[in-house]
């Protein structure tokens, strides 16, 4: 059984490592005489362990750096993009009207960087950053317009987008690698966290951990803990997608972290295929990611850790391994928005829940989230 499904996970490997990959291309700032009506842009700026390929350059490798480094990136949207989807550009052919386009980028350094995060939104709004942590298997463009997807779809302008990039091989074959990368990657987030605790500008910090990305914020929530350096969890909300997390060293991180208010939120799925294959490769014991929402233990455990566990399988997913579905923010954003502002309904306690979307498109708002 486990041979004939190592078989089948092998041959889906090969089916992804032959689709295409965005590569340096698609930073080259593009020139854009006329805006479409309707596009947008977001500018994301990056805290990134990876080296960059030459100084004063903003294409970064997959190679580690001692120290971290800054950049931002202006990425014009679409006027017709669709929600939970990159239209990535064309090498050929980039149109603002139909791709993500770069229309500005800007090398940084520590200083320039928290200036321009903390800067204060248009209309005065306090300062909200929002950090992304990409996982397993990404490379540094796939992480940044993913954070670009991110923002676009589930931000109304007051929310400041960071992505922490830390070097994944960005390869199928790399899952040992990166997780030693994603580990020595732990004091760059660390630093990161507690620098916005301290800023006294930064008024919110929303941190969303994807997949192996997951694992390492919980570990830098723990760093954190253990270092004393609380500043950032008065002003912290975080959510781990799909995390890539042991579920017994889990519990463990959660019994330093602490409680955290609002709680703790975890996106599920049951049926998340990468998830399986890790949970293979480290001898069948479970992952975070993959909890059944419906299993009384699950149910117990997230009142005990003081947790939120979301099954979000409601949602489609733009892989075949049904392991991104939290890209789909729009469907999300209801739970993504700041405590003070959830709808009526949406509980913010502890529990195991299954996300209910009203309607027949990805792009309706979510009405409901029933305890199961």
Same mark, same amino acid.
């Given at each position: 059984?486990?041979?004939?499904?190592?078989l089948?996970?092998?041959?889906?490997?090969?089916?992804?490592?032959?689709?295409?990959?965005?590569?340096?291309?698609?930073?080259?700032? %593009? $020139?854009? +005489?006329?805006?479409?009506p309707?596009?947008?842009?977001?500018?994301?700026?990056?805290?990134?362990?990876?080296?960059?390929?030459?100084?004063?350059? +903003?294409?970064?490798?997959?190679?580690?750096?001692?120290?971290?480094?800054?950049?931002s990136?202006?990425?014009?949207?679409?006027p017709?993009?669709k929600?939970?989807?990159?239209?990535?550009?064309?090498?050929?052919?980039?149109?603002?009207?139909?791709n993500?386009?770069?229309?500005?980028?800007?090398?940084?350094?520590?200083?320039?960087f928290?200036?321009?995060?903390?800067?204060?939104?248009?209309?005065?709004k306090?300062?909200?950053?929002?950090?992304?942590?990409?996982?397993?298997?990404?490379n540094?463009?796939?992480?940044?317009?993913?954070?670009?997807?991110?923002?676009?779809?589930?931000?109304?302008?007051?929310?400041? =987008?960071?992505?922490?990039?830390? =070097?994944?091989?960005?390869?199928?074959?790399?899952?040992l690698?990166?997780?030693?990368?994603?580990t020595?990657?732990?004091?760059?987030l660390?630093?990161?966290l507690d620098?916005?605790?301290?800023n006294?500008?930064?008024?919110?910090?929303?941190?969303i951990?994807?997949?192996?990305?997951?694992?390492?914020s919980a570990?830098?929530? $723990?760093?954190?803990?253990?270092?004393?350096?609380?500043?950032i969890?008065?002003?912290?909300?975080?959510?781990?997608?799909?995390?890539?997390?042991?579920a017994?060293?889990?519990?463990?991180?959660l019994?330093?972290?602490g409680p955290?208010?609002?709680?703790?939120?975890?996106?599920?799925?049951?049926?998340?295929?990468?998830?399986?294959?890790?949970?293979?490769?480290?001898?069948?014991?479970?992952?975070i990611?993959?909890?059944?929402?419906?299993? =009384? $233990?699950? %149910?117990?455990?997230? %009142?005990?850790?003081?947790?939120?566990?979301?099954?979000?399988?409601?949602?489609?997913?733009?892989?075949?391994?049904n392991?991104?579905?939290?890209a789909?923010?729009?469907?999300?954003?209801?739970?993504?928005?700041?405590v003070?502002?959830?709808?009526?309904g949406?509980t913010?306690?502890?529990?195991?829940?299954?996300?209910?979307?009203i309607g027949?498109?990805? +792009?309706?708002?979510i009405?409901?989230?029933?305890?199961?």
């Amino acid at each position: 059984m486990i041979s004939r499904f190592f078989l089948c996970f092998a041959m889906m490997l090969m089916l992804a490592a032959c689709a295409s990959r965005p590569g340096p291309d698609v930073l080259a700032v %593009q $020139r854009i +005489n006329t805006r479409p009506p309707g596009a947008r842009t977001v500018t994301v700026y990056v805290a990134t362990m990876r080296e960059r390929a030459k100084p004063n350059s +903003n294409i970064f490798t997959n190679e580690p750096s001692d120290t971290l480094n800054y950049a931002s990136f202006t990425i014009s949207i679409p006027p017709k993009h669709k929600a939970g989807e990159i239209e990535w550009p064309k090498k050929d052919a980039v149109d603002p009207k139909t791709n993500f386009v770069m229309v500005a980028q800007q090398v940084l350094d520590r200083d320039s960087f928290y200036k321009a995060v903390s800067r204060k939104p248009p209309g005065g709004k306090p300062s909200h950053v929002g950090v992304f942590v990409h996982g397993f298997n990404t490379n540094f463009e796939e992480a940044l317009f993913r954070q670009a997807q991110i923002n676009a779809d589930s931000d109304d302008g007051s929310r400041t =987008p960071v992505l922490f990039s830390w =070097p994944s091989q960005a390869s199928i074959t790399g899952y040992l690698a990166d997780k030693d990368a994603a580990t020595a990657s732990r004091d760059g987030l660390t630093d990161l966290l507690d620098t916005l605790g301290r800023n006294r500008a930064v008024n919110k910090v929303t941190l969303i951990g994807h997949s192996m990305g997951g694992w390492l914020s919980a570990e830098a929530l $723990r760093q954190l803990r253990l270092s004393r350096k609380t500043a950032i969890f008065s002003k912290l909300t975080v959510f781990l997608a799909a995390p890539d997390i042991d579920a017994q060293l889990f519990k463990a991180q959660l019994s330093v972290i602490g409680p955290l208010s609002p709680p703790m939120t975890v996106l599920v799925s049951k049926d998340d295929r990468a998830l399986a294959a890790s949970r293979l490769l480290a001898g069948q014991r479970g992952r975070i990611g993959a909890l059944d929402v419906k299993d =009384p $233990r699950v %149910q117990e455990a997230a %009142q005990v850790g003081h947790v939120q566990i979301i099954d979000i399988s409601s949602l489609s997913s733009g892989d075949s391994f049904n392991h991104n579905r939290f890209a789909q923010v729009s469907s999300l954003a209801p739970i993504l928005v700041p405590v003070e502002a959830q709808p009526p309904g949406l509980t913010r306690g502890p529990g195991a829940f299954v996300l209910d979307t009203i309607g027949a498109t990805l +792009n309706a708002p979510i009405n409901l989230l029933n305890g199961e």
